[in-house]
């Protein structure tokens, strides 16, 4: 599972950032934002709310609790997705989705 400074440093590279630019984000120095993503310091909860809105994710995928950047995107294309199968293959993907459910408790 991806940790939440891997997260961080993932995006910021992606966008060409530096951690002078997070820091100047989150009003933080860069040797903190350096902390973060070595995983020896961690943000506050304000820090990774404004980091999950600047990078347009979600804040399950900035924790590392999801690997859907974006639910909404998720969520609409199941939709567009569901909406073409038949109410059978319909009924399929909801008892698997019942069942997974039940698997991870």
Same mark, same amino acid.
């Given at each position: 599972?991806?940790?939440?400074?891997?997260?961080?440093?993932?995006?910021?590279?992606?966008?060409?950032?530096?951690?002078?630019?997070?820091?100047?984000?989150?009003?933080?120095?860069?040797?903190?934002?350096?902390?973060?993503?070595?995983?020896?310091?961690?943000? *506050?909860?304000?820090?990774?709310?404004? &980091? $999950? %809105?600047? !990078?347009?994710?979600?804040? #399950?995928? +900035?924790?590392?609790?999801? *690997?859907?950047?974006?639910?909404?995107? &998720? $969520? %609409?294309? !199941?939709?567009?997705?569901? #909406?073409? +199968?038949?109410?059978?293959?319909?009924?399929?993907?909801?008892?698997?989705?019942?069942?997974?459910?039940?698997?991870?408790?």
């Amino acid at each position: 599972m991806t940790n939440l400074g891997e997260r961080i440093k993932e995006l910021r590279t992606e966008r060409k950032l530096t951690q002078t630019d997070i820091g100047d984000l989150l009003g933080v120095a860069k040797t903190s934002v350096s902390g973060y993503e070595k995983n020896v310091r961690d943000p *506050d909860s304000h820090a990774i709310i404004k &980091l $999950a %809105s600047f !990078f347009n994710v979600s804040t #399950d995928y +900035l924790l590392g609790v999801s *690997d859907y950047k974006n639910k909404e995107l &998720l $969520a %609409s294309r !199941f939709d567009k997705d569901f #909406d073409k +199968l038949t109410d059978n293959q319909k009924n399929q993907i909801v008892t698997f989705i019942e069942f997974v459910k039940t698997q991870e408790k």
